[in-house]
């Protein structure tokens, strides 16, 4: 491991805002939602919760099944506790695939093993980096659940658990790393393994067959929750991610040791001798470029709507006998007094900025195709910048916004079932639409960032991640108003709550326009290098 202690230290100043920027958002969601706690519970009721919870399918799938609502910490672990996980999870499949696999596909790696560096210290340092980051979410999250008076036992097993899923997830990125000669498509398997794993956890906690329950187990984002933090600890779990991610990890050090530096596993396709008719012009690129996410993302938000729409007709019913959560969830849904309309406000409110996260993923190929020299190859041919900004901006912008109406329409299938209405689609499909500016806006922030400042597109993430949180947490915690409302989303009508607004509407859509067309005078005007 010659070079080792260079190399940690060299990819923990490379990632140290992307460290940084994660844990300190994770770590604030805990204690804010703890801080809630008498706001959104009763403790006296909560008895009468848990049992409620516990029998209705839709809340089970939606955020597990409760342990122990009486107190802030147990009531804290199953309103964002795998929330939180998931997020740990996606930081760390991310982190360490920065860390190891794109700096080898950009050529970085190759020149620091030009000097005295060993085999593996590389990987070995990203992955220390990673696991690194992982450890301090738990510490922050113990100590800050600790300081609000909470029991030090549940505190440390709650952030131990956050910890032990990140280092598995990390175990998971170090592995998709080696499989694949690109970066893309190891964030890809890293993305699609969390995917695959909330979903196994959402089927297993919505089921009432014991069989099906017992699945759960399977899921590494549960097994923070089956600790039982604040309930009664169950150390012994913590042995299961802990196993998984050091496997995982020991397995991606071997890996490496049977690959090519440069390559994966999995050996590239051969391309075509000769390009095809229709991959001739800087549009047929682009979308070559970005239709494996875009089929990947449409499949998984359709199922992820059509799961979530199943659940509506049982919604009514459970918040019907609780009345603390029917305020929540009311509050969520734009004040609605109908909670089959609050129920598809708050999804839509989360599945628009979802369509966000892709908008901005999907126009973060050019800035990728720049670094890489890839940009500049295809600029010098007869392809002027402008088209070529426009060929994959159109795509950012087109390919999420008719995802988030099918999106929208898939939600209310099961509504428009079981009431005979099929109204709901259209309704529902129509309200995904008129959120549709507010991820434009997210999208135009980008663009204008990679115009004028590329250095600082990182801000555009920000932006995304704030608008998540205030939608799957700071609503729901009766944050004031003004603050859950700094989003781009803020002025939008929320339909069919509210009475559509085209000037908001319009006006929202100029916004991003104005965005993009100030980003594009940018990036006509700028080196293409970004210096």
Do not use: K
């Not at 799957?472 to 002025?491: D, F, Q």
């Amino acid at each position: 491991m010659t070079g080792l202690g260079e190399l940690v230290r060299l990819a923990a100043r490379r990632s140290r805002w992307f460290y940084l920027a994660w844990v300190l958002a994770l770590t604030v969601v805990v204690p804010a939602t703890a801080a809630a706690y008498e706001q959104i519970i009763d403790p006296d009721n909560a008895d009468l919760l848990i049992t409620t919870m516990t029998a209705n399918p839709t809340m089970r799938a939606m955020l597990g099944p409760p342990v122990d609502l009486t107190t802030a910490g147990g009531f804290t672990v199953w309103r964002v506790g795998t929330f939180v996980a998931a997020m740990t999870a996606i930081m760390a499949v991310l982190g360490i695939i920065r860390s190891t696999r794109a700096q080898e596909e950009d050529g970085r790696t190759e020149l620091l093993r030009s000097g005295a560096v060993g085999r593996h210290a590389p990987l070995v340092a990203g992955i220390l980096v990673t696991v690194g980051a992982c450890l301090a979410l738990g510490v922050l999250v113990a100590g800050a659940m600790t300081a609000l008076g909470e029991p030090v036992a549940g505190s440390v097993a709650f952030g131990a658990g956050l910890a032990l899923v990140g280092a598995t997830f990390a175990g998971v990125g170090a592995v998709a790393a080696q499989l694949s000669a690109s970066a893309r498509t190891a964030r890809a398997i890293g993305m699609w393994t969390i995917a695959a794993a909330y979903t196994l956890r959402a089927v297993a906690d919505g089921s009432s067959d014991d069989a099906v329950s017992r699945l759960a187990w399977g899921s590494p984002l549960q097994w923070m929750a089956l600790v039982r933090p604040y309930a009664g600890e169950r150390w012994w779990v913590l042995l299961l991610p802990a196993a998984a991610g050091l496997l995982l990890l020991v397995g991606a050090v071997a890996l490496e040791a049977r690959r090519d530096h440069g390559s994966g596993l999995w050996a590239a396709r051969r391309g075509r001798a000769a390009a095809p008719a229709g991959l001739r012009s800087g549009a047929a690129l682009a979308w070559r470029l970005h239709r494996g996410q875009v089929v990947g993302w449409s499949l998984g938000m359709l199922l992820f709507a059509l799961a979530m729409g199943s659940l509506s007709t049982s919604f009514a019913d459970m918040l019907e006998q609780v009345p603390q959560l029917r305020v929540v969830f009311e509050r969520m849904g734009g004040g609605a007094e109908q909670l089959a309309e609050a129920f598809f406000v708050a999804m839509l409110g989360i599945v628009s900025v979802v369509m966000a996260v892709v908008a901005v993923q999907l126009f973060g190929r050019l800035p990728e195709q720049e670094e890489r020299g890839h940009a500049e190859l295809v600029l010098s041919t007869a392809l002027p910048r402008g088209r070529l900004l426009a060929s994959h901006l159109v795509i950012a912008a087109a390919a999420p916004v008719l995802l988030l109406a099918a999106a929208g329409a898939v939600l209310a299938l099961n509504q428009a079932r079981a009431t005979g209405d099929a109204s709901w689609v259209a309704q529902t499909a129509g309200g995904a639409l008129a959120l549709a500016p507010g991820g434009l806006v997210a999208l135009g922030v980008a663009v204008l960032l990679h115009g004028w400042a590329p250095r600082f597109g990182w801000l555009a993430w920000v932006v995304v991640g704030w608008s998540l949180f205030m939608v799957w947490v700071g609503t729901a915690l009766g944050l004031p108003e003004w603050l859950t409302r700094l989003t781009p989303w803020a002025a939008l009508p929320q339909l069919p709550v509210e009475e559509m607004d085209w000037a908001a509407v319009l006006g929202t859509l100029a916004a991003a326009v104005a965005l993009m067309a100030l980003g594009a005078v940018g990036y006509r005007r700028r080196d293409i290098a970004g210096t």
